[in-house]
């Protein structure tokens, strides 16, 4: 989309982003010991919420988690940092990816527990769709290649949605 379709201007990837750090208690394990996936996604659910109110400077509300996969457990105890950052803007909607870890408070590694990809809605005050007023430019390879992903997904899940499948 070309500039002037955005009022207020453009925003870097990682602009609008968001992190939160979790020590998982006893709350958040399930009958197997490990962090049970519906808190998990609670959180995740909450920073890419944030990440894209930071986009759009709005409210918004989760329209789908199309992608959300665990790839990892995690255990009591155990360190979960979840960031998110918009990796594309529609008209009124924007992708969130969220990316969670598990870290290693010895050597500060990262271990990738679960990767998820949101569609975000930005809202106005009586909960309907208002376009964005913030574009998003990538600066970097990888961010150009994950927005073009990014971009491609939002075409597929459009087509989904419109034929009901
Ligand atoms: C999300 C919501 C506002 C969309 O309203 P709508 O009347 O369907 O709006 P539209 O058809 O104009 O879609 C608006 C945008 O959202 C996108 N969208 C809507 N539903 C979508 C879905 N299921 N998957 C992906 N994108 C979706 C559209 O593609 C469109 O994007 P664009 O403007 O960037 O092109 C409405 O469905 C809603 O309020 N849902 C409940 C949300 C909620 O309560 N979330 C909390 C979950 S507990």
Redesign the pocket.
């Known amino acids: 989309m070309a500039d002037q379709d955005f009022p207020m201007g453009i925003k870097r990837v990682g602009e609008a982003r968001a992190v939160t750090t979790r020590i998982l208690r006893h709350e958040d394990i399930n009958g197997s010991n490990r962090l049970f996936g519906g808190r998990l996604m609670e959180w995740i ?1 909450d920073v890419a919420g944030i990440a894209a109110r930071l986009q759009c400077g709005g409210n918004v ?4 988690i ?1 992608t959300l996969e665990f790839k990892h457990p995690a255990y009591l105890n155990d360190i979960v940092v979840i960031e998110a950052w918009v990796t594309h ?6 992708e969130v990816r969220a990316d969670s870890y598990v870290v290693d408070p010895a050597t500060e590694e990262r271990t990738m527990i679960n990767h998820a990809y949101l ?1 975000e ?1 930005c ?1 106005d005050d009586e ?3 208002t ?2 007023p913030w574009g998003l430019v990538a600066t970097t390879e990888e961010q150009h290649a994950e927005c073009e992903g990014a971009r491609k997904r ?1 075409e597929i ?2 087509m ?2 419109a034929e009901g499948i």
Do not use: C, E, L
Not at 61 to 64: G, S
Not at 89 to 94: K, L, Q
């Open positions: 659910d509300t989760t329209a789908a199309d803007v529609g008209r009124t909607s924007m569609t809605v809202v909960g309907h769709p376009p964005i939002a899940r459009k989904r949605r």
